[in-house]
C-alpha cells in the first residue's frame, strides 16, 4: 500500500491540469451543497409537539358545560340601550370561560322572580340604568355583604340607584356626563402585558365621569389615567367589580374576563398557551408585484431578496424568539376556477423555501391551488375583490385535490393539515366540503376579528384564528393582541412574503421597518407571557381542542383550593387568579407566577390541588 501510494503521488506531482482538477473539486463540492439544499436532503417530517386528538374525542365548549349547575346569574335588561350587544359579548366570555350561567331579562321578567341569589357564586348586571332593578338592587347589595360577589359590566348611568350604592362600590361622586376613552391602560400587576397602553378605534364618550372613594382599588384607567375604566372594591365579605369601559366586541373580551376573574376568592379559567406564526402563500411561486422599493434598498430582484435577506432575516427571528413558523402553500396565482387543475411545472422554489421552513421543524400547510377562495356562484363579491367563484363542489374539491398531491411531490416529508382561505374569505359551501371531501384537512385558520366586510370567514376558538398580522401591528392589532393574551393566552399572527411588493402593507416603508415593526410586537409578547408556548398550526389546533371542552370546577376551603376537570385529555392549562390567600404547593400539575396575583397552571391530572395560605390581596 505505502509503494502505490508514493507510486500515485509520483504521478499526480507530474500531471500537468492538476490545478485545473482542484478548481473542478471546488465547484462540485459547491454545486452538491446547493443541490442538498434544493433537494432539501437535510429536512425531514415536523416533530409535533403536541397531536390532534380524534375527532369523536373534540368537544365543542357550547356542549362542554351544558346541563352544568349554573354558578354564575346573569341580569339584563334587553329594553336599555346597548344591553344585546354587551349581552352576547359577556356570553361570549363566560362561555369560553366556561362558567355555568343563568340568564334573566328584566324587559320580560319582574324584579320579583330573580331567582335565589344563595343558588350563585357570582351575579353578572349587564344594564346601564340600575333603576331597572327596584328593591332587588338593596338585596343584591345585602347578598354581596355576605360574602357575595358582584360585577357591573356596563357603563353605569347616574341614577338614584346608583348613587345610592355608589359608596359600597367605590364610587365617591360622579356626573350627568361621559368622558372619551382613547385607550386602556392596564394595571402592571392585573393583566399580562399590563403597564402599557392600549389605544381603542374610534373613541368616543363611553365612560362616566366619577371620582373613586378609598374602597375602590383601581386596576385599569383610561389613556390620560384621569378616568378609572375597572375597578374593584370589598363590600364586607363580598366583593364588587365595576367596568367604566363602555366598549364592548369582540376586540375588548380579555378585559372583561379579566375584570370578571376578581370576584370570588380565586377564579381559575381554561387558556390554549399558544403562540403560532404562519407565512401565507409560503412556499408559492415568486409572486408578481411591483419591486420598486425593493430595488430602491438593496437593489435585486424578488427572488434575491427573499433568498437572501427576507428568508434570513426571519430565520434569526425564529431563533432568536423560539418561532416555528407554519408556511401554507399556494401552486400558482393564475385565476382559472372552471378548468381542469394544472400542475406547476418549477417545482425549484417550492422544494428549496419548504425545505429550509422544514429544517427548522416549522410547517407546511395549505393556502389554494390558486388564490381563489372557496366559494361558488352564490357568493357575490361586489366591489371588494376581483376574484373568480368556483363553478360546483367538484372543482372546490378538484383543486383542492392537485394542491395536496404537488405538495406531496415537491415536499414528501411535509405532513399538512392546516387550511388557511386566500384573503380570510370561505362559504359556506366551501367549509361544508372541506369537512365532508378533504380528511387531510383538519384545521380551518382564517380570521378572528370581524370587519365591515361579510365575506371573510369569522371564526371563534373553536378552530384556529389568526388575530394579529403583518410587521406595522397597529393600535386596534395591539389592543386585540393583549385581550386575548389574557382571554384565552393566546397570540396569532399572519405574514405575507409579498407584503414588501404592496405599498398598503409596508413595501413603502421598506423591510427594515417592516422587520422592526415585527421584533418590537415580538420583544410585547415575549416580556408579557414569557410562558406562552411557541408552536406550529397544527400544534396550535390541538391546543384549541384542549381547551375547547375542558371545563373547571372549584371547591374552596381555608387551606385550599381543588380544581376538577371535566373533559379532561392529557394536559391542560388555567389562568388563576388568587383573590384571597396566596398560592402554594400544588397537586397534580404545575405553576409558574405570570404578574400580581396572576398564576399559570399546567394540569397533568384531571384534579388539581393548590394550597391556600394566608395573605395576598385582600
Known amino acids: 500500500w505505502a509503494r502505490m501510494i508514493r507510486s500515485a503521488w509520483r504521478i499526480w506531482k507530474r500531471f500537468r491540469w492538476k490545478n485545473l482538477v482542484r478548481v473542478w473539486a471546488v465547484f462540485m463540492a459547491i454545486a452538491l451543497v446547493l443541490l442538498a439544499q434544493t433537494l432539501g436532503i437535510h429536512y425531514g417530517a415536523t416533530k409535533f409537539t403536541l397531536k390532534y386528538m380524534a375527532r369523536n374525542e373534540a368537544i365543542p365548549a357550547q356542549n362542554a358545560i351544558m346541563g352544568q349547575r349554573a354558578t354564575n346569574l346573569m341580569l339584563v335588561d334587553s329594553s336599555q340601550d346597548g344591553v344585546d350587544e354587551a349581552e352576547a359579548m359577556m356570553k361570549q366570555v363566560l362561555l369560553d370561560m366556561k362558567v355555568p350561567t343563568a340568564t334573566v331579562d328584566l324587559a320580560k321578567t319582574d324584579p320579583d322572580d330573580i331567582p335565589s341569589l344563595n343558588r350563585y357564586r357570582t351575579v353578572l348586571i349587564v344594564m346601564p340604568e340600575l333603576d331597572s332593578l327596584g328593591d332587588e338592587l ?23 340607584y346608583l348613587d345610592a350604592i355608589g359608596p359600597q362600590i367605590g364610587i365617591e361622586s360622579s ?75 369582540k376586540v375588548v373580551r380579555g378585559f372583561y374576563a379579566s375584570a370578571f376573574s376578581l370576584l370570588g376568592s380565586a377564579t381559575a379559567y381554561p387558556v390554549i398557551n399558544s403562540a403560532a406564526f404562519y407565512l401565507d402563500d409560503f412556499p408559492s411561486p415568486v409572486p408578481s408585484g411591483d419591486a420598486t422599493y425593493i430595488k430602491r434598498d438593496y437593489g435585486m430582484s424578488i427572488a434575491d431578496f427573499y433568498s437572501k435577506v427576507w428568508w434570513p432575516d426571519l430565520t434569526k427571528l425564529a431563533e432568536r424568539y423560539g418561532i416555528r413558523f407554519t408556511g401554507v402553500m399556494i401552486e400558482n396565482y393564475g385565476d382559472d376556477t372552471k378548468d381542469a387543475p394544472v400542475r406547476q411545472k418549477d417545482e425549484s422554489h417550492f422544494s428549496y423555501f419548504g425545505g429550509l421552513l422544514l429544517k427548522q421543524n416549522g410547517e407546511i400547510g395549505y393556502h ?3 388564490h381563489q377562495p372557496l366559494v361558488l356562484p352564490n357568493t357575490d363579491y361586489g366591489d371588494e375583490y376581483a376574484y373568480h367563484q368556483w363553478p360546483n363542489r367538484k372543482a372546490v374539491v378538484a383543486s383542492l385535490r392537485e394542491l395536496i398531491a404537488f405538495q406531496k411531490s415537491v415536499l414528501p416529508a411535509a405532513t399538512a393539515s392546516v387550511y388557511v382561505p386566500p384573503s380570510n374569505i370561505l362559504s359556506k359551501e366551501g367549509r361544508q366540503t372541506i369537512g365532508r371531501d378533504v380528511p387531510e384537512i383538519r384545521t380551518i385558520a382564517s380570521t378572528y376579528l370581524p370587519s365591515d366586510s361579510k365575506l371573510p370567514y369569522v371564526q371563534e376558538f373553536v378552530e384556529a384564528p389568526r388575530i394579529v398580522s403583518g410587521g406595522m401591528v397597529g393600535d386596534y392589532m395591539r389592543l386585540a393582541a393583549e385581550s386575548e393574551l389574557n382571554m384565552h393566552f393566546v397570540s396569532t399572527h399572519f ?35 414569557p410562558s406562552i408556548r411557541m408552536q406550529t398550526g397544527t400544534e396550535c389546533a390541538s391546543a384549541v ?43 397534580g400539575g404545575s405553576m409558574i407566577r405570570m404578574t400580581g396575583n396572576l398564576y399559570l397552571i399546567k394540569a397533568t391530572d384531571s384534579t388539581v390541588h393548590v394550597e391556600r395560605k394566608a395573605g395576598g390581596a385582600a
Not at 356626563?177 to 364618550?205: C, E, N, Q, W
Not at 376537570?565 to 404547593?585: E, M, V
Open 368 to 370: 389554494g391551488y390558486n
Open 495 to 529: 405574514m405575507h412574503p409579498d407584503d414588501m411588493l404592496d405599498p398598503d402593507r409596508g413595501a413603502k416603508e421598506g423591510w427594515a421597518v417592516y422587520r422592526k415593526g415585527l421584533e418590537n410586537y415580538l420583544d410585547w409578547l415575549e416580556a408579557s407571557a
Open 138 to 160: 338593596v338585596s343584591i347589595m345585602r347578598w354581596v355583604e355576605g360574602g357575595g360577589n358582584m360585577m357591573l359590566a356596563m357603563t353605569p348611568e347616574k341614577t338614584g
Open 175 to 249: 356626573a350627568y356626563d361621559y368622558v372619551m376613552t382613547k385607550g386602556i391602560k392596564p394595571a402592571r400587576d392585573f393583566m399580562l402585558g399590563g403597564g402599557h397602553t392600549y389605544m381603542f378605534s374610534g373613541p368616543f364618550k363611553s365612560s362616566l365621569s366619577l371620582n373613586l372613594n378609598e374602597k375602590a382599588t383601581v386596576e385599569a384607567v383610561s389613556a390620560n389615567g384621569h378616568t378609572p375604566l375597572i375597578w374593584s372594591a370589598d363590600v364586607r365579605s363580598g366583593r364588587t367589580v365595576t367596568c367604566n369601559i363602555g366598549i364592548y366586541g
Open 545 to 587: 381542542q384542549r381547551f375547547s371542552g375542558l371545563t373547571v370546577k372549584m371547591r374552596e376551603s381555608a387551606n385550599e383550593w381543588e380544581f376538577d376537570l371535566g373533559n379532561f385529555k392529557d394536559q391542560a392549562w388555567l389562568l388563576l387568579r388568587a383573590n384571597h390567600g396566596t398560592p402554594g404547593r400544588i397537586q
